[in-house]
DNA sequence: TTCCTGTTTAGGAATGACTCCTATCTACCA
DNA sequence: TGGTAGATAGGAGTCATTCCTAAACAGGAA
């Protein structure tokens, strides 16, 4: 799907962001794929048109696109690992708050089948349920409308 | 859920894993929580009672839980952000080979809700399916029942 | 019980994704 | 056209995680 250079510029001012080359390439390159890249996937795409391109303006710009609204982060779990010794099967509620993961049993969302169609081009072995909200304790201080970045990740304590 | 020790190590011969104190206490940690840990909380934790241990025993036995099936990785999407310029609600078909995340438009997935329950007390503001299985190309290589670890990471490169 | 061997552990070093800081640059409003 | 807030590049720092190695140890064999 190709985008019009207008058509981008339209987008990033309808949300306040100025249009620079490097940050319509970043753009442009995420939406004309639909397979999910990484920042370093996109900054190897890009930097083939801009060699000056640093990494660090990925970032920036995806974070920037991310706060806007603009692209979503498909998976922000990416922080640290997380791990569960409960083997029977279940769903998670995800507080994009405190980060807290609350276990979800529910019979129901354990019947659902994907479409046939995916299901025979896809061999899928399970799947899982993910409700995104705010927990009662995260409720109260939870801010308007924007878009909070994942909590800085702890450094592992030594001492 | 308090757990014996002889059970602890019943399920470890059963996988053949050796049983040692540290061993049990990382996954007597873990059992006894429903918090979904990272491995630095787990390392925390036990580390009040073994001084001694070493984070990279937290990360080796965790990866050792887990390969056996003992445990789940809850978020193996831990590794590096991925972006999706597309906004429309849609679901994600993800190849535990590959890593792939294919897009799933389905209306009925969309209609999901959770139990009135986790509704009151929490303020869910969306959710999203994720079917979990191997692509085409992925099956073909498919490893028998072994489970396999994430890929390696690929460092940014910059020349 | 003792010994042997392969696994596990601790510690240090390396990796790599990402963030922080700073100086320069630039889009865009007046 | 100039001023300025926001963007970029580059370097340094952070930190979860992995790699490597030597010492410790669990558990089967003798």
């Known amino acids: 799907m190709k985008l ?3 058509d981008i510029r339209q987008r990033f001012r309808a949300c306040g962001l ?3 080359p490097q940050r ?3 753009y442009r390159a995420l939406a ?3 397979s999910h890249p990484t920042a370093d996937a996109l900054y190897q795409q890009v930097r083939r048109r801009y060699p000056m391109m640093s990494p660090n303006t990925v970032y920036y710009t995806l974070g920037a696109l991310r706060d806007a609204g603009l692209v979503h982060e498909v998976n922000y779990w990416h922080d640290g690992a997380r791990f569960d010794a409960n083997l029977t099967s279940h769903h998670h509620l995800v507080c994009l708050g405190c980060r807290a993961i609350v276990d979800l049993m529910d019979a129901r969302l354990d019947r659902l089948a994907a ?3 995916q299901r025979r081009a896809f061999d899928i072995i399970g799947h899982r349920v993910e409700f995104h909200g705010y927990c009662a304790a995260c409720r109260a201080s939870k801010p308007g409308t924007t878009r ?3 909590e800085p990740k702890k450094r592992m304590r030594r001492a």
């Open 115 to 117: 479409p046939a169609l």
């Open 18 to 20: 100025k249009v620079t």
């Open 32 to 34: 004309e794929t639909t």
């Open 24 to 26: 319509a390439a970043i």
């Open 148 to 150: 909070r970045r994942p």
């Open 4 to 6: 019009a250079e207008d």
